[in-house]
């Protein structure tokens, strides 16, 4: 495993739409390996390939106990709402609040190609959706949630 950089939002690569993962192969494995400790090393519940230069539709989250890794993930079913404050690998010193829905089913794949499908709530579905965010170039702060 290595470390990967981690790109910072003054990068436009992260306003890029990524496009999805075809090969599931050994240097998706790696990659995704990579992400996990990249992760891990920077204290962080969550992160995209993008944030790593890569632009395939692909993160790693892990909030409330739970890991996954998310492969061309989609939203089945949301609903709900939560509004909470969020930050970012790639953002320095910024947080703000986010709305977002409170429970989320979402489908993805897993490392193998294998057709996944989980319904999260609370911090872990919040994390999700600003993982996948990333996924079609949205940072959290486009959608700063102000109190009106
Ligand atoms: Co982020």
Redesign the pocket.
């Known amino acids: 495993m290595a470390l990967r950089d981690i790109v910072m939002d003054t990068n436009p690569q992260l306003r890029k739409v990524s496009r999805p993962v075809t090969a599931f192969d050994a240097k998706l494995a790696k990659l995704l390996d990579d992400m996990r400790q990249t992760m891990h090393a920077a204290d962080g519940c ?1 992160l ?1 390939a993008p ?1 790593v230069g890569i632009l395939r539709r692909l993160a790693v989250v892990e909030a409330d106990d739970v890991y996954l890794e998310l492969i061309n993930p989609t939203f089945v079913e949301t609903s709900g709402e939560q509004i909470g404050p969020e930050a ?4 320095k010193d910024r947080s703000c609040d986010v709305k977002r829905p409170y429970r989320i089913t979402i489908a993805y794949q897993n490392r193998d190609g294998k057709p996944m499908r989980k319904t999260l709530e609370g911090f872990v579905a919040r994390a999700c959706c ?2 996948m965010d ?1 996924l079609d170039g949205v ?2 702060y486009d959608k700063e949630y102000r109190q009106r």
């Open positions: 969550g995209a944030q970012c690998l790639s953002v600003h993982e990333h940072l959290f």
